[in-house]
């Protein structure tokens, strides 16, 4: 799986490590938004590539979550999913809306293939292989993007809500749309626009 190949997602030793994450989610998922050091705590099982001062509003749902590293100060809004059947990377310094989904998995194309199919004992499964995602320090993806596995951000993007991912985006640009595409630069004339804010 971890190496991209076709794999059974329906293999035990998966279903218990996804059964894990997914016990796990529920439990941050329920708990109180005061109690930090719960919070934590299940964190510290469910995600333990995690840099320091990572911020994770919740509900949150990972697949297996021990795939998934995040990098310091990186905030992760409402409603995170992350399907890491392979590895998921983020950098530090990340902001995420609302939203956000980050999806590795994919399906063959043909149904022939895709389709689900009996084991001797009759039992069902299907194939599926899945793809890396990587985010570089200092991005901002806005509410609901969609990020398809395969693709890395480069760092310092800004990616426009509703973006749907699926072709790697350079660093420093702004890239929104379906699919996302890049419509420009982000330079130091960006900083224009807080002129008007200074104290």
């Given at each position: 799986m971890l190496a991209g190949?076709?794999?059974?997602?329906?293999?035990?030793?998966?279903?218990?490590?996804?059964?894990?994450?997914?016990?796990?989610?529920?439990?941050?998922?329920?708990?109180?938004?005061?109690?930090?050091?719960?919070r934590e705590q299940v964190?510290?099982?469910?995600?333990?590539?995690?840099?320091?001062?990572?911020?994770?509003?919740?509900?949150?749902?990972?697949?297996?979550?021990?795939?998934?590293?995040?990098?310091?100060?990186?905030?992760?809004?409402?409603?995170?999913?992350?399907?890491?059947?392979?590895?998921?990377?983020?950098?530090?310094?990340?902001?995420?809306?609302?939203?956000?989904?980050?999806?590795?998995?994919?399906?063959?194309?043909?149904?022939?293939?895709?389709?689900?199919?009996?084991?001797?004992?009759?039992?069902?499964?299907?194939?599926?292989?899945?793809?890396?995602?990587?985010?570089?320090?200092?991005?901002?993806?806005?509410?609901?993007?969609?990020?398809?596995?395969?693709?890395?951000?480069?760092?310092?993007?800004?990616?426009?809500?509703?973006?749907?991912?699926?072709?790697?985006?350079?660093?420093?640009?702004?890239?929104?749309?379906?699919?996302?595409?890049?419509?420009?630069?982000?330079?130091?004339?960006?900083?224009?626009?807080?002129?008007?804010?200074?104290?």
């Open positions: 190949k076709l794999y059974d997602a329906s293999d035990p030793e998966l279903d218990g490590l996804r059964n894990r994450a997914g016990d796990l989610c529920t439990r941050f998922n329920n708990l109180p938004r005061g109690d930090q050091q719960e964190l510290d099982e469910l995600v333990p590539r995690r840099g320091p001062e990572v911020s994770i509003m919740g509900p949150i749902f990972f697949d297996y979550g021990i795939h998934t590293s995040i990098g310091a100060r990186t905030f992760i809004n409402f409603n995170f999913t992350a399907l890491d059947c392979v590895p998921i990377s983020i950098g530090d310094d990340v902001l995420m809306g609302p939203n956000v989904s980050l999806l590795p998995p994919m399906h063959p194309l043909r149904w022939q293939d895709r389709n689900s199919r009996h084991r001797p004992d009759g039992s069902l499964y299907d194939y599926e292989y899945a793809k890396p995602i990587s985010i570089g320090s200092n991005c901002w993806l806005g509410g609901n993007v969609t990020v398809i596995g395969g693709v890395t951000i480069g760092e310092g993007c800004v990616i426009g809500a509703g973006a749907v991912v699926t072709r790697d985006i350079p660093a420093h640009t702004v890239a929104v749309g379906n699919p996302a595409r890049v419509i420009r630069e982000i330079t130091d004339q960006d900083a224009a626009c807080f002129q008007k804010y200074a104290l």
